[in-house]
């Protein structure tokens, strides 16, 4: 009875099926790739055949931390210690892949062994041949087309391809090796490691070895190889992510199964009224509804997941972020996906249910399909009269709409809030040039050398070069510290207004932004301990902006050793002579340092590879947010039209021609979309405002709202409403007058 309820309007039971599926898809696809991550670096730390992994305390991700190689000189010497590796990670451009990672290993250590070369020679056995060699995974080497014998060109060099290696690790797999020389130098870290691998003497000696490594070097950390994953920072910033997509998904589809879910209910009212004069109770009623709603969901999950998992390895064969991290599939993930499939069920379908067991028999063997609704009178035109008909359907699609309107619009506004607060930042400085490296994916993996930032300062036509470091750690107070670092004597570090105490002056001293200052509960002459470093306060700043204020300032030098940046800068500062050469200045240094990419300080914030990543992701929210949402629409329209056949087979007997039915449809569905985009922009300006009082970032940015971002929210939400009424106006203008008027 539930599957032949269900498929008696087959078109509708399926668009909710989409509905359901899409969300649940994205738990499942989202799912394995913050698995495939976490899965990753525990079969790379695995792989080593190491005991212990070392890194460096409080980094994000061991791409932003590093060891000294003088630190494993040390550990070789002690008794429990029977070997050490290190190993230096990055992530680069390879061709035109804007994630790649880039491995140096030592060709002779142990960790490297695992790489098992299928076709080619190892980096042992290519010592002697020409050229700089790499070794590049077999998945990495089919998504670029590449096979022994090739050049790969990655940001900062070019390599030749040595040999084809496989781990099993989908992580490893998708990117390349190279001898760890190579990689020290090429990504200008010389004499250091991302992390350590340890090789112990005996399983016993595990806590003497962790208590000594304490005690000597405190600003490291240890791990095992099965805790290595837990202990990196951009896994549950990935995996947060991840969840918050999908949830987003989930919510519009469960918006749209309550919406279909009484659809049902108003169009079976009768039937219903009828179970419940033959002798039905309220409470099998309910059950009936409930069990249709649970068998809807499951279904819906269960496409959702093999939707899930065609949409993973259809997009595995890109090297794009997908491709540089892997997938990994787990029964956690799939049994998460399919109880939020029966959640949705149960919460979509309870309150139809409610409403189906409290129907009164007499009054709903009446029931005529339309029922009579007072509308008022102030309501303009025909279409807000037919919208307001059915004010609880109309309130869910709607709401299905302005979910997906409010997440572009919180995403927006806090994506350009970040860009206004940096360009505020950037153009303080007094700088008409920025520089950057150049191919970089992230911000934060740019590393400029001082000796570019040396021979620009050289050229007749630039007045003052001010190097910057850009990091963020991990501390005891809290999970993300912004730390700038600037050389106290050049101008960049101008702009920061010392409202108490002093500048920076000499070593181990910090400035606090005065929102920094507040949430650590910190004042002029106290500690700030950052890793392993002690710093006095030695004064407190403002300037504006609280991105800016919710940092802290050190000595460059101080910050290149936080960062593992010796010798480097995230990016550079220019001040012209002649600001009106600027556009010159910029093309000059562009072709004389291919290094480097210099914008404009206008324009830098436009072409960040984060700001762009952004873009990407608000495209892609549009997207979701449009197909869900029209999807719901779509199911909405298809019910009105349906419950209204009669009426208009009286407006076409009447006279109306089909392009007046067209019309009177699309109007409707314009408007459903037009007050969901209305909807939505309130509710995404509410979220944005809820996310800016999270501890963690509460006062680093102001959420900025520019008339372009409502104006595409409004097209999104309109399109949808155009995409989900276009069907159901073609199918009402397809109706037959005389049969329309028979409809029953």
């Not at 070369?117 to 190892?122: D, K, L, N, R, T």
């Not at 290696?165 to 250091?192: C, H, K, M, W």
């Amino acid at each position: 009875m539930l599957l032949k309820n269900l498929f008696r309007r087959k078109g509708r039971t399926i668009l909710t099926l989409a509905g359901v599926s899409i969300g649940v898809a994205a738990i499942v696809a989202l799912g394995a790739m913050a698995e495939g991550i976490r899965t990753g670096y525990t079969e790379m730390a695995r792989g080593s055949q190491a005991d212990l992994v070392v890194t460096q305390k409080g980094a994000l991700d061991i791409t932003l931390g590093g060891v000294e190689e003088a630190v494993a000189e040390q550990l070789r010497a002690w008794p429990e210690v029977a070997g050490v590796d290190g190993m230096l990670m990055a992530n680069v451009q390879a061709e035109d892949a804007p994630y790649f990672f880039l491995f140096g290993y030592d060709p002779q250590g142990f960790a490297v062994e695992h790489f098992r070369i299928v076709e080619g020679c190892s980096l042992a056995e290519a010592r002697r041949m020409r050229g700089k060699p790499l070794i590049l995974g077999r998945s990495a080497a089919q998504s670029l087309g590449k096979s022994v014998g090739d050049a790969l060109r990655v940001t900062g060099g070019v390599f030749r391809i040595v040999g084809i290696y496989e781990t099993g690790d989908a992580f490893e797999d998708g990117g390349a090796v190279i001898p760890l020389e190579e990689a020290q130098s090429l990504l200008l870290q010389p004499n250091r490691v991302s992390l350590l691998y340890i090789r112990l003497r005996a399983p016993s000696d595990e806590p003497r070895f962790h208590a000594r490594l304490e005690r000597h070097f405190p600003d490291l950390t240890i791990s095992t190889t099965t805790e290595f994953a837990d202990q990196q920072q951009v896994v549950k910033i990935l995996e947060g992510f991840a969840l918050s997509i999908a949830g987003l998904a989930v919510v519009i589809g469960g918006v749209g199964m309550t919406n279909t879910l009484f659809m049902s209910v108003f169009e079976r009212t009768r039937e219903i009224g009828l179970l419940r004069a033959v002798g039905w109770k309220r409470s099998q009623v309910l059950r009936l509804i409930l069990g249709e709603s649970l068998l809807l969901s499951g279904l819906g999950g269960l496409m959702g997941v093999l939707l899930g998992i065609a949409a993973i390895f259809f997009l595995r064969g890109s090297l794009g972020f997908l491709g540089a991290l892997g997938a990994g599939f787990s029964s956690q993930i799939f049994l998460r996906a399919l109880l939020t499939a029966g959640a949705l069920g149960v919460v979509g379908g309870a309150y139809p249910a409610w409403w189906a067991s409290r129907l009164v028999p007499l009054e709903a063997l009446r029931y005529e399909g339309g029922g009579r609704v007072r509308i008022p009178q102030f309501l303009p035109g025909l279409a807000a009269r037919n919208v307001w008909r059915r004010r609880t359907r109309t309130a869910l699609t709607v709401l299905g709409v302005s979910i997906g309107i409010a997440a572009i619009v919180a995403l927006g506004g806090i994506t350009q809030g970040m860009a206004e607060s940096l360009t505020e930042v950037l153009t303080g400085s007094q700088a008409e040039l920025m520089a950057i490296e150049a191919d970089v994916s992230d911000t934060s993996y740019s590393a400029i050398d001082e000796r570019i930032g040396a021979r620009i300062a050289a050229l007749p036509d630039v007045e003052a070069v001010s190097g910057v470091v850009f990091t963020a750690v991990s501390t005891e107070e809290t999970p993300m510290l912004l730390i700038f670092g600037y050389h106290p004597q050049e101008f960049a570090i101008r702009r920061l207004r010392i409202v108490e105490g002093e500048p920076l002056r000499a070593r181990r001293q910090v400035l606090l932004g005065r929102r920094a200052a507040e949430n650590l509960g910190l004042q002029v002459g106290d500690t700030l301990r950052i890793l392993d470093s002690r710093f006095r306060v030695v004064g407190i700043y403002e300037t504006g902006v609280g991105y800016e204020e919710s940092g802290v300032v050190v000595s460059l030098r101080e910050a290149q050793a936080l960062a593992g940046k010796p010798h480097q800068v995230t990016w550079y500062l220019v001040k012209l002579r002649d600001p009106e050469q600027a556009e010159s200045v910029r093309d000059e240094l562009n072709e004389r340092f291919p290094e480097i990419a210099v914008s404009l300080t206008s324009e830098f914030i436009e072409n960040m590879p984060d700001m762009q990543t952004n873009r990407e992701m608000v495209g892609q929210i549009s997207f979701l947010a449009t197909f869900v949402g029209g999807l719901g629409m779509l199911n909405t329209m298809l019910m009105s039209v349906l419950e209204r056949t009669r009426e208009i087979g009286v407006l076409r007997a009447l006279g109306w021609r089909r392009r007046q039915v067209l019309g009177m449809i699309l109007r409707e569905s314009l408007a459903l979309g037009a007050l969901g985009g209305v909807c939505g922009i309130l509710m995404g300006i509410g979220m944005a405002w809820m996310t800016m009082q999270i501890p963690a970032i509460k006062g680093m940015l102001t959420p900025r709202y520019p008339l372009g971002l409502f104006a595409q929210a409004l097209l999104v939400a309109l399109v949808t409403g155009a995409l989900g009424g276009l069907y159901p106006a073609w199918r009402a203008t397809k109706m037959r007058p005389a049969e329309a008027l028979r409809y029953e």
